[in-house]
């Protein structure tokens, strides 16, 4: 899977959960077999730009560049 595939799937869990997912959703979302595998493609996203991060020990800390989610109050609220 490539970078921005594993972007993509960032942006959508953020889109739909208003908060970036674990290294272990991640994975999980990915098909990555270990903690590790994710980690280190975390890693070098983080080490490449794709993402920004200011916690680099937590996947919730992730930020996209380019990228601003907000959330929408719908008028059933």
């Known amino acids: 899977m490539s970078n921005e595939e ?3 799937l960032i942006v959508e869990y953020i889109k739909g ?6 290294i272990e959703e991640i994975g999980k979302m990915a098909g990555f077999r270990s ?7 975390i ?3 983080l080490k490449d730009g794709v993402i920004e991060s200011d916690c680099k020990g937590s996947a919730r800390a992730i930020r996209v560049p380019g990228y601003e ?3 929408t109050i719908s008028a059933e609220e």
Do not use: E
């Open 6 to 8: 594993v972007l993509n």
């Open 17 to 22: 959960h208003g908060y970036p997912p674990t």
């Open 35 to 41: 903690k590790a595998t994710t980690w280190n493609r």
């Open 43 to 45: 890693q070098k996203m």
């Open 69 to 71: 989610f907000v959330k």
